[in-house]
């Protein structure tokens, strides 16, 4: 059985994130963002990859404490349906989906990407904006400062878009709330 924590008098307790996410890249950003907004985020990277379940999130959350602010996510690419599907039906999450890449979420920092567009494509207009070569699970420095410098036009960009379709990415939804904890 999970342990609750407690509340202290008079403070006001931010909710703790469980990030649950499948590849370096997805954990390599959300440290990025744990690092920004300072605020208290766990990632759980690739342990299971797809093979996540809303019993294996609950099994891991057994031990740990926990409180009924608490926020799961599940950060995913969104490319494989079959895969979109399952994390759809776990109960009690917010699914966070790029299509096809979390790198598609990068580039709509630097562009508003309305085509169709494959991983290798982001990967490879990633490398032409920031003018350097891309590796996957890793922000170097000109790409943190294009992800702080341009957030807010990603922001509207991805809110244009449509959830789950190539190109598409709800990356804003996770800004939207770390933002709105940040500032209360």
């Not at 299971?48 to 009924?68: A, C, L, R, S």
Request: proline share 4%; charged share 35%; glycine share 2%.
């Amino acid at each position: 059985m999970s342990r609750t924590r407690r509340e202290p008098r008079g403070k006001k307790i931010n909710p703790h994130f469980w990030v649950f996410c499948e590849g370096e890249t997805e954990e390599a950003y959300v440290k990025f963002l744990r690092s920004n907004y300072r605020l208290h985020i766990e990632i759980i990277p690739k342990i299971v990859g797809n093979k996540i379940t809303e019993k294996f999130i609950k099994n891991y959350k057994k031990d740990k404490p926990i409180h009924e602010k608490d926020v799961d996510f599940l950060i995913y690419d969104a490319d494989v349906p079959e895969l979109l599907e399952k994390l759809k039906k776990i109960k009690n999450t917010v699914l966070i989906a790029s299509n096809p890449s979390i790198e598609l979420w990068f580039l709509l920092h630097y562009k508003n990407q309305k085509a169709e567009i494959s991983a290798t494509e982001c990967i490879k207009e990633l490398c032409n904006r920031n003018r350097n070569t891309y590796k996957k699970g890793l922000i170097d420095n000109k790409l943190a400062s294009k992800l702080n410098e341009n957030k807010y036009e990603a922001l509207k960009r991805a809110k244009n878009s449509s959830l789950f379709q190539n190109p598409s990415s709800n990356m804003n939804e996770l800004i939207d709330i770390l933002d709105k904890i940040k500032r209360n």
